[in-house]
């Protein structure tokens, strides 16, 4: 089977090529080259900036893949040149969507791939839901072989998760827990949430590959393992080998502080809800995910241990949050 990878050397994409390799793909990355030290080997890398339509017609032409994923479209004019770039191209193009695009706050607990999408609070869920709207646009009106896949939180051993924390200092969130630092949790911790492991999403993704069953369908691919914010931090909290001080704030209140955490924790993190996976699950026979969050938190500070270099620490978002519990926790002493 021939696969080309749009991006392909992201968190979660470089699960799947690795995984696809693993599985006899002949795989093909798309990139513009500055990545290189992150391509697996075995895959072939096609140099190009999607963007650049006519460069890009140059390079494709002439070549056939069984299967396209775009793991780099955000906005529905990429859509809309994919549908132009790969019409007659490919049997199978697959968006990465995600979950984040459903009703927030949730009418029901537990989404299905039919849950009503509707997000208008994140500009990053507003985006995506016009990304599958135009998608299926063009499978419906001129048969392109459009595939949606939606994970929810996914990881892996280059990030530490959490909800509000550095994604470009992932060791700073252990770095606060292991200096006793209070830990920012959003309401009381308790809603649910489910976060899954890059290594278990490759399998789905990598399953539905040249599948021809799942053209105009959507697909979760997630974990089955749901946990509350509490109950992730004080896994992580014993990886790291100290017990979490945890401080729980209304996502109104961590907002006024961090506004760049307001779009994720009202758009997605502060509402409770489950994913159902079981559709990804009849389409790949045997598709189970098998790395929960107490062995992937663990494979993740073993990697960033063994690599004093990436153990960087956020120092201006450290200096707002402890401004931040300063603040809250002298309000909540005037109180008294």
Not at 61 to 83: L, M, N, Q, T
Not at 138 to 154: D, K, L, N, W
């Amino acid at each position: 089977m021939k696969v080309l990878f749009i991006g392909g050397t992201g968190l979660i994409s470089t699960a799947a090529s690795k995984l696809a390799l693993q599985q006899g793909v002949e795989l093909y990355l798309l990139n513009r080259g500055r990545r290189e030290g992150f391509v697996p080997e075995g895959a072939t890398v096609l140099h190009g900036d999607i963007n650049d339509r006519a460069a890009m017609k140059k390079l494709l032409d002439g070549r056939h893949f069984d299967a396209v994923v775009d793991w780099i479209a955000f906005k529905p004019e990429d859509i809309e040149r994919d549908v132009e770039l790969f019409t007659e191209k490919t049997d199978q193009y697959i968006l990465i969507s995600t979950v984040a695009t459903y009703q927030r706050p949730p009418s029901h607990y537990l989404f299905d791939e039919s849950a009503p999408q509707h997000n208008p609070g994140w500009p990053y869920a507003v985006d995506k839901i016009a990304c599958e709207e135009r998608l299926l646009r063009a499978y419906r009106e001129m048969g392109f072989p459009a595939t949606i896949v939606r994970p929810s939180h996914t990881y892996g051993e280059t990030t530490i998760p959490f909800a509000v924390t550095s994604g470009a200092h992932p060791w700073t969130l252990i770095d606060r827990i292991r200096n006793g630092k209070k830990i920012i949790v959003p309401g009381d911790g308790t809603s649910l949430w489910t976060i899954t492991h890059n290594t278990d999403f490759a399998k789905g993704l990598v399953g539905l590959l040249g599948n021809s069953q799942t053209l105009g369908q959507a697909f979760h691919i997630t974990s089955d393992e749901v946990k509350t914010w509490n109950q992730y931090l004080a896994v992580i909290g014993q990886a790291a080998g100290v017990k979490p001080d945890a401080i729980h704030m209304t996502s109104e209140c961590i907002s006024l502080f961090l506004p760049e955490f307001k779009g994720g924790l009202f758009g997605d993190v502060s509402n409770s809800y489950v994913v159902d996976n079981r559709k990804i699950k009849a389409f790949v026979p045997g598709y189970q995910a098998t790395t929960n969050f107490e062995r992937g938190i663990r494979q993740s500070l073993v990697y960033f241990e063994a690599r004093p270099e990436l153990q960087t620490i956020d120092e201006e978002l450290n200096a707002r949050m402890d401004k931040m519990i300063s603040s809250y926790e002298s309000f909540l002493a005037g109180i008294n």
